[in-house]
Every structure is written in structure tokens, then in C-alpha cells.
């Protein structure tokens, strides 16, 4: 930069473009190519003539010519290792030094292919650099002449996936998640969304519809954890195998890890539910899995099984849920919650135990055949008892729409849950047990991850904890629900009526359940348990986690259910409206538990039934349209 005032008419460099000055001053004022006037610092500008320059179209644009002359003055200069002024160099390349020849030399510098250097010192690139350099223009430029010719072939449609894959490759990472931007998107003009990513890889066929992207785009891992476990250890366990226990789930489910057994159930002649005793056995995970153990650290990684269509990935090594998954094994290790409720089905009694247990396993439609037979009979009014209870403290009763999801043979299978007692008979078994959990612990003040939910309405709205709550009722109740929150202190959980509340039986599957019985197995060995400390942060991890893994579950499920409604024959059903604003409606479609806005004709009011049809399915943007037939 000059340290003399820079003249009117001068050619200096502004933002690495030629500006002619207009004036002088404290601030220049500057013209640029495009004719605008800027003022500016002198320390803003590099001066490279002092003019008189009256005009900037008389410079010289950029030119393989200008790159020419740039290669003849170079070889004269290649040899040798002096320097020159920009002014010097243009004397000896032009035979004068004007802004015209200025510009040319400072062009060259600015290339760096034969030049490098300052205004002050500017010397010849040595010969090797100069090959090397040229080499690797020729290969961009032959890369990029590559690349123009896929952009062309690409905007028309025309891509071929197995020669065209360096390019896509790309994409594909950007529609996963694995990467941030997209250059593809913006040379293509696509604003850079991994649906946009995702709609043009379905489009040149690179993808089907049965790629489900949401998983890997939100960071989680589609491989089992393969740590090692150590043997179950030998200790005491009480022995139950002689008590019929049932692990009732779904059919195909893959890690059963809780069973149910009857102890004792009372009643009078009028059938009034007096009392009762039941075992809940829950897969003993934590025998194998101790706290900061390796399998340990990779639970609390993943947070808990990810469930997906097409599959599941489980929380723990496979061996792990082969050797503790109740009825995986003709007797199986488990920790058991014997629990005691009294005429009003309040829980007077816990106690925990390891055992070993004898488990038969049940899918919902074998156990719902045996609900007249005992002791399933028992364990049915039992529950519905608890279930009572429940009720009568707040708990809200949802009961909208469910559907399994799944691919099998490379088809989509959705499949309505049909309502069942059995599955009521689990539920309430389940909940008893995590009451009694919280029981357990609250009472020999071991820390534990209490789950509890804020009431959302007022008790008197007695109508939405009926069973005859229209379906519209339960669509704007499940709207208005609370959050869940886990925390060391105990709360109440309006949800599910009850004082205090941990999940405590799927330890397979989720990890704040494992701590629950890495906690619970510790007092009961008397060893030490986790602090509050340590509690809260595997609690905000998991958490964390969690949100992560159900966002996943979501779309995944609706992903696959759209490619369901993809395949033939058309789909046709029905839906009901469970919210109405103007001709804007949401329907739920019962038999694909899916809810979808819709426009309606004509005024509709609410719960109305509609039948529908598929107008057309946006996949990577997850949106369905249907119309009213």
C-alpha cells in the first residue's frame, strides 16, 4: 500500500477487482466495473498505477492469450532466481508500464501459474512447480467438463447411477444426513433439503421406495452392539418354576422380558374383588449387564431398541437377550416382583426377588382364547381391579387407533391392533409393577428415575375418561397431554393415575429400566447404588436419546405406511374426523392408524366418517393427499 496519497484516475485493487479513483481524500472515492461509486479507507485499496486511467473498460479480461504472454515472459525468467516490481515486469513483458500492462502482470500474479509474489517482489514459479501446476488443471479441468456434462444429462433426467455414482454418492450422504451441504442441490438450483436429495434420487432410480433414510439422517446406529458378557453369576435365586407364568406379547415380538403368575386372587359370593397376589417376572438384565459395564456403556449410548418396520436393533447384544428373554430358555433367570393389593386394589406389599421361572409364551390372540380359564380368568379381574383404581384417581383412557407396520418379503404389512383384554391384562401388569418399583424404592431410599406426568385437564372432565369419549375427544385429549418428565424426585403421573411411577419392566429394551434393576439388584446385595448424581446424568442422556429414537420410530412407520398405500391395489377406506377448521379437516384412518389433512367439501362436523381414496403420496416429504369419495 502507498504511503503517499493515492491521485485521482489511479488503478488500484479493490476486493481483489480493478476500481479507478475519482477523488482523493481522508476516503477515497472509487468507480468499479459495474459503475457504482464506493468511498473507502486508502488502507482498503492496493495501488497498482497511478494513471491516468479514464476509463475501466479499456482493462483486459482473463484470457488463455493473456496466459500465453504470461508463458513467453516466464521463460525468460526461469532460470533465474532474482525479482522484479510489478512495474519492471510489465516494462519487460509490454516495453511500458500503464494501467493497461498493470493489470495484465497483475493478472498473471493473481493466476499463480507462473508468477507469485507482491507489488514489490514478484518472481517466476520454478519449472516444476509449473508442470506439476499444469497438470492438475488439465485434470480439473477434464473433471470439471465431467461434471457439466452429468449437470446436463442430470436437469433432463438422463443419470446413470453405476457411471454417474462419484456425483450421486454425494447426494445420497446429504439425503442421509451424513453430510451438511450439498453442492449437487445448488448446481442443479435445489434448495439443499435432504428431501429434495431423497426426491431426486427416487426420481433417476438410484433409490426405491424402500429405502428409509430417517435412522442414519438422525444419527443412529443400524448395527447390534456385539460386546461381550460375562456368565450369569452364581448366587441365590429363588425358585418359581413350579408357578405357571405366560409372557403375552405380540406375535412376532423377538425379546420378551416380563411374564405374569398368579398367586392368589379374592372374592365374594358376588364376585367383589377382595385382594389378590401376582408375580411379575422381568428378564434379570441386569445380572449380565452391571453399571458401567461395557454393555452397560453401549445401552446407555443407544438409549434404548430402536423399532422399525423393517426390523429391529436391539439395545443389547443378541446373545444377551437369547440367554435372559423370558421363554427363550426352558427356565429363565429373572427378577420378580411379588405384589400384594388389597379390597381396593391398593398395593399393601412388594417384594423382590432373582428367581428362576418357568415362562410360556403367548401371543395376545392365544392368551385372549384363555381368558374363561384360569388362571387367566384370575389374572383378568385382577388387573381390571387395578385398572379400577386407576381410573377412579384420574388416569386418562386414550384408546385411539393402533397398527402394526412391518416389511415382510419386501411388502408392506399393516395390520389394525384389535382391542383386546389380553392386552389390557398386560398393561395393567406392567403399570402395577412400576408402581410397586417406585413402592420399593421410595421405601428403602434407593435412587431411582421416577417417571411423572402434570395433569393437562380438569378431574371434573369426567368425559374424557370414559370409555364412550369419541374418538374426536381422545384426538384433542392426546393434543393436550403434558410431556412425560424422569427425574430422582417422585411426582404423581396424571396419565396413569398414580402417586409414583417408575419404568421398570422392559429392561431389555430400555436402558432407565436397566438402571431401575441395576439399582434394585444392588440393594438387594447389599452393595452400593448409584447417587442422585450419577442417576441424574445417565437420566438426561437417555432422555436425550430417547427423543431421538421415537422421532425415528415415527417416521419410519409413517414412511413405510405411505409405501404401503403405494403399492396395489389402490387404496380405499375410511376415516373420521377428529378436527375441523373451515374446509380443513384431520382425519384418522383407523385401519392404518394414520392421521392426514384433508380438504372437505362442505362443512363437517366433527367424528363424522368419510370414505376416502389416495389422490397421491409425496414420500420424501412423508405427505399423503387423499380425497372424499
Not at 479480461?61 to 525479482?83: R, V
Not at 497483475?106 to 501459474?113: C, I, R
Not at 507489488?119 to 480439473?140: G, H, K, N, W
Not at 434393576?517 to 444392588?522: E, G, P, S, T, V
Request: with cysteine; aromatic share 6%; charged share 25%.
Amino acid at each position: 500500500m502507498s504511503e503517499t496519497p493515492i491521485p485521482p484516475n489511479s488503478l488500484v485493487l479493490y476486493k481483489k477487482r480493478p476500481a479507478r479513483v475519482l477523488k482523493s481524500g481522508d476516503r477515497l472515492e472509487i468507480e468499479l466495473e459495474d459503475k457504482n461509486l464506493l468511498k473507502v479507507r486508502s488502507k482498503d485499496v492496493l495501488l497498482l498505477h497511478p494513471g491516468p486511467l479514464k476509463s475501466l473498460d479499456i482493462l483486459p479480461a482473463a484470457d488463455q492469450n493473456l496466459l500465453e504472454l504470461a508463458q513467453l515472459t516466464w521463460e525468460i525468467l526461469a532460470d533465474s532466481d532474482s525479482s522484479l516490481t510489478l512495474a519492471e515486469l510489465a516494462e519487460l513483458a509490454f516495453g511500458v508500464y500503464d494501467p493497461i500492462a498493470a493489470w495484465k502482470v497483475w493478472q498473471w500474479v493473481e493466476d499463480g501459474l507462473y508468477f507469485t509474489g507482491d507489488l514489490e517482489t514478484i518472481r517466476a514459479r520454478p519449472a516444476e512447480y509449473v508442470r506439476q501446476e499444469r497438470l492438475a488443471r488439465q485434470a480439473r479441468q477434464v473433471e470439471k467438463s465431467a461434471r457439466d456434462d452429468f449437470l446436463r444429462r442430470a436437469r433432463s433426467g438422463c443419470v446413470r447411477p453405476e457411471e454417474d455414482a462419484r456425483y450421486l454418492r454425494e447426494l445420497e450422504e446429504f439425503a442421509l444426513g451424513k453430510r451438511k451441504e450439498s453442492r449437487l442441490l445448488r448446481d442443479l438450483g435445489r434448495s439443499e433439503r435432504p428431501e429434495n436429495a431423497h426426491a431426486l434420487l427416487l426420481e433417476w432410480g438410484v433409490w426405491n421406495h424402500r429405502v428409509n433414510p430417517y435412522p442414519t439422517r438422525l444419527g443412529l446406529s443400524l448395527e447390534p452392539p456385539t460386546v461381550d458378557l460375562p456368565p450369569l453369576p452364581e448366587e441365590e435365586r429363588l425358585d418359581l418354576t413350579h408357578l405357571p407364568a405366560f409372557a403375552i406379547d405380540d406375535q412376532d415380538n423377538q425379546d420378551p422380558d416380563d411374564a405374569i403368575s398368579l398367586i392368589e386372587y379374592q372374592q365374594d359370593e358376588q364376585g367383589n374383588f377382595l385382594g389378590g397376589q401376582i408375580w411379575v417376572h422381568v428378564a434379570d438384565a441386569a445380572a449380565l449387564v452391571p453399571p458401567d459395564s461395557p454393555a452397560d456403556l453401549e445401552a446407555r449410548a443407544r438409549a434404548a431398541t430402536l423399532y422399525l418396520p423393517e426390523g429391529q436393533v436391539p439395545m443389547l447384544p443378541r446373545h444377551a437377550i437369547a440367554a435372559l428373554g423370558l421363554g427363550l430358555q426352558e427356565i429363565s433367570p429373572s427378577l420378580s416382583f411379588r405384589i400384594r393389593l388389597d379390597a381396593e386394589a391398593k398395593i399393601i406389599g412388594v417384594d423382590i426377588h432373582p428367581t428362576w421361572v418357568r415362562v410360556q409364551r403367548l401371543s395376545y390372540e392365544q392368551a385372549e382364547e384363555r381368558l374363561n380359564d384360569e388362571p387367566m380368568q384370575s389374572l383378568y379381574h385382577l388387573t381390571q381391579a387395578y385398572h379400577a383404581r386407576r381410573r377412579a384417581a384420574g388416569a386418562y383412557l386414550l384408546d385411539l387407533p393402533e397398527a402394526t407396520v412391518r416389511v415382510v418379503n419386501d411388502q408392506v404389512v399393516v395390520m389394525p391392533l384389535a382391542r383386546l383384554r389380553s392386552r389390557d391384562l398386560v398393561r395393567e401388569a406392567m403399570l402395577m409393577a412400576g408402581e410397586a418399583a417406585a413402592i420399593f424404592a421410595l421405601k428403602n431410599g434407593i435412587p431411582a428415575p421416577f417417571v411423572s406426568q402434570e395433569a393437562s385437564l380438569p378431574t371434573e372432565t369426567s368425559l374424557l375418561q370414559s370409555d364412550e369419549a369419541s374418538w374426536a375427544v381422545r384426538y384433542a385429549l392426546r393434543r393436550s397431554l403434558k410431556r412425560s418428565q424422569t427425574s430422582a424426585i417422585p411426582a404423581p403421573h396424571a396419565g396413569v393415575g398414580l402417586a409414583a411411577y417408575c419404568r421398570a419392566t422392559s429392561p431389555l429394551r430400555r436402558y432407565l429400566d436397566l438402571v431401575v434393576h441395576q439399582q434394585l439388584r444392588a440393594w438387594l446385595r447389599g452393595e452400593a447404588v448409584l447417587d442422585q448424581q450419577a442417576l441424574l446424568e445417565r437420566v438426561g442422556n437417555t432422555e436425550a436419546l430417547a427423543g431421538i429414537l421415537a422421532q425415528a420410530e415415527m417416521l419410519a412407520r409413517r414412511h413405510w405406511t405411505l409405501v404401503y398405500l403405494m403399492q396395489p391395489p389402490e387404496w380405499q377406506g375410511e376415516g373420521v374426523i377428529v378436527e375441523v377448521n373451515g374446509l380443513r379437516g384431520v382425519a384418522l384412518i383407523p385401519e392404518l392408524a394414520l392421521e392426514t389433512v384433508i380438504h372437505l367439501r362442505s362443512e363437517t362436523p366433527l367424528n363424522a366418517v368419510l370414505r376416502l381414496g389416495v389422490r397421491a403420496v409425496n414420500l420424501p416429504e412423508l405427505e399423503a393427499h387423499f380425497y372424499v369419495l
